[in-house]
Structures are given as structure tokens and as C-alpha cells.
């Protein structure tokens, strides 16, 4: 079995689509087909279905899959060792992310890394999902939970604390806010129900505060409109250095604590390189969390009253 022949295999399998592989490969679609259906007359099985949905995996293509991977893997460690890289970080590592570590973590973090290792090229890849390593969306991604299924390995980098927050313009035009009872009647900001991606994201339904006013999926997206005056919200210890004038409300009522989980696929855990980023990764967040946090907690507000 040809190993060009297994990367084509692997780009459809990724993209889903005879297109979308090609732009992977840098190759028209009519080549990539064509080289598939060499791969399925060769082993004697139909590796996918098509469907107005695109390219999905046969019974065939799935037990297929896993050995693909393992080839790429394996060509990967070896080029690494013949290139003299084993070990050091070079080359190009894509990592996702969800937006509020992407936002105001990761591109600190990740300036350091590449600092201390020339020759290193880091892609930080925000969305407000998960992320799909099994299509190679990313080298590496850190999620808000561990995932149940799938040939993935997971470490826990770093526990991170949210507290109920205002601007302090919201705050000097509403009514005081004492303790939790005060709430009633502010206007809250959040994710949007139906579109909240983890159930480690709602916050609400913890904390026991009203029904969300002003929604968005995305956690920079909410954290500008703290910043605009619009109203309370649940949010990031780390991203509140960020946003000046934007301080903690009720810390000692309303406090939860979270945790960022770096997920790599199965077989990358022989490469070195990879492992060596991860490392990097989560002692980087790990630092920058504390400093942050440790900023947030100087500005709070116990008790509110009118200006």
C-alpha cells in the first residue's frame, strides 16, 4: 500500500470532500477522486459513501483510518529524527482554542514559547466549539471539559476562577447591590442559550441569576459589553486586567472555578515535539493565570450604593 496514496485517504476522511481535500493537498478534485478509487481497487473495498452531505467513511474506511494515522505519525517521528529536529520546536503547530483562553491567555503565552524557540511558527485557532482533532483541525486543543470518547490523550493545565463583574459606570447609575437578592431587576449578559457549546459554560443555571438580556457565543463579544456599560456579567478572573474599569461584584457569594483541558490526538504522543509544546503550553498557562487572577482580585466590589 502506497504511503502518497494513505495521505489522500486521510485529507478525504478530514475534509469530507473530494474539494476540500485538494485544497489540503494543493491538487484538483478529479485528481484526488481518481487516486482514491486506485486505493479501493487496490485493497478491494469502497472506503466512502457519497452523500449530498459529502464523503463519509465505509466500515472499511474506518478500519482503515486508525492505521493511516499511525503511518502519518510514524513518517512524522521519522522526519523529525532524520531532519535533527527531535526534540526541539520548529516548523508550524496549530493549536485551538476557546475564545476566552485564545483572547487572553494564549497569545502571551504563546509570544514566549516562540521567543524562547526560533524557527517555531504557532497558529492560535479561536471558535466557540469544540474543536475536531480527528480531522486534524489543530495539532493540539484545549477544551473547558474532558471529552468522553474518541482515540484522544487529556491533561488537565490549569483550574481558572469566574466571578459575577460590572463596569463601574453600570454600577454607579444602578442600584446598589448588596448581596445576591439586589440582583433582581439587572440586566444580565451572557452566552445565548441555545448555543452554549459545553455545559461547563452555563453559568447561570449554577449561580442561580436571572435570565440572560444581552447574549452573544462569544466571550470577547460579552466582555465588550461589561466594558460598555451594559450590565452584568459571569466572567474570566484572567480577562478583567484587560478591561479597565471593569471590577468584581459580590466575590464572596458568587464565585465558580473552571479548568482548561489540552486534548491531543492518540498517536501523537510518541512525538516529542508535541509533547515538548504541550509542557511549554501549560506551564505558560499555568503562570499566566496566577498573574492575571492575582490582578483581578486587587479590584472588587462587596456592596454597592449609589454614587
Known amino acids: 500500500?502506497?504511503?502518497d496514496d494513505l495521505r489522500i485517504f486521510l485529507a478525504v476522511a478530514r475534509a469530507e470532500s473530494l474539494s476540500g481535500a485538494g485544497r489540503v493537498l494543493k491538487c484538483d478534485?478529479?485528481?484526488?477522486?481518481?487516486?482514491?478509487?486506485?486505493?479501493?481497487?487496490g485493497i478491494g473495498a469502497k472506503l466512502f459513501l457519497k452523500s449530498p452531505q459529502g464523503y463519509a467513511?465505509?466500515?472499511?474506511?474506518?478500519r482503515l483510518l486508525p492505521h493511516a494515522e499511525r503511518a502519518e505519525a510514524a513518517?512524522?517521528?521519522?522526519?523529525?529524527?532524520?531532519?535533527?529536529?527531535?526534540?526541539?520546536?520548529?516548523?508550524?503547530?496549530?493549536?485551538?482554542?476557546?475564545?476566552?483562553?485564545?483572547?487572553?491567555?494564549?497569545?502571551q503565552v504563546c509570544a514566549a514559547i516562540c521567543d524562547a524557540n526560533p524557527g517555531l511558527e504557532i497558529q492560535i485557532v479561536a471558535l466557540p466549539?469544540?474543536?475536531?482533532?480527528?480531522?486534524?483541525?489543530?495539532d493540539m486543543a484545549i477544551a473547558v471539559s474532558p471529552p468522553s470518547a474518541g482515540r484522544l490523550?487529556?491533561?488537565?493545565?490549569?483550574?481558572?476562577q469566574l466571578h459575577l463583574a460590572a463596569h463601574r459606570d453600570y454600577l454607579d447609575r444602578s442600584h446598589p447591590i448588596a448581596g445576591k437578592a439586589d440582583l433582581r431587576g439587572h440586566r444580565m449578559i451572557g452566552y445565548i442559550p441555545d448555543m452554549i457549546f459545553d455545559k461547563e459554560l452555563d453559568y447561570f443555571a449554577e449561580t442561580g441569576c436571572e435570565t440572560v438580556g444581552l447574549a452573544s457565543n462569544s466571550v470577547s463579544v460579552q466582555m465588550q459589553m461589561v466594558r460598555a456599560g451594559a450590565g452584568l456579567a459571569?466572567?474570566?478572573?484572567?480577562?478583567i486586567p484587560f478591561t479597565p474599569g471593569v471590577v468584581r461584584v459580590l466575590p464572596d457569594q458568587i464565585a465558580l472555578t473552571r479548568a482548561f483541558w489540552l486534548i491531543r490526538h492518540a498517536d501523537d504522543r510518541r512525538s516529542?515535539?508535541?509533547?515538548?509544546?504541550?509542557?511549554?503550553l501549560g506551564q505558560g498557562l499555568r503562570a499566566e493565570v496566577a498573574r492575571l487572577e492575582a490582578l483581578a482580585a486587587t479590584s472588587c466590589v462587596n456592596a454597592i450604593t449609589p454614587a
Not at 467513511?57 to 474506518?62: D, F, K, P, R, V
Not at 490523550?153 to 481558572?160: I, K, S
Not at 459571569?234 to 480577562?239: K, L, N, P, Q, R
Open 129 to 138: 466549539r469544540v474543536f475536531n482533532l480527528s480531522k486534524r483541525e489543530a
Open 153 to 160: 490523550t487529556v491533561q488537565r493545565l490549569t483550574d481558572y
Open 75 to 107: 513518517l512524522a517521528g521519522a522526519a523529525e529524527e532524520l531532519g535533527g529536529n527531535a526534540g526541539r520546536l520548529t516548523g508550524q503547530l496549530r493549536i485551538g482554542a476557546p475564545d476566552g483562553c485564545a483572547n487572553y491567555l494564549l497569545p
Open 29 to 41: 478534485a478529479a485528481t484526488v477522486g481518481r487516486r482514491i478509487a486506485r486505493l479501493e481497487d
Open 234 to 239: 459571569i466572567v474570566h478572573d484572567f480577562a
Open 57 to 62: 467513511l465505509t466500515e472499511a474506511g474506518s
Open 272 to 280: 516529542e515535539r508535541l509533547t515538548r509544546l504541550a509542557e511549554a
Open 1 to 3: 500500500m502506497d504511503w
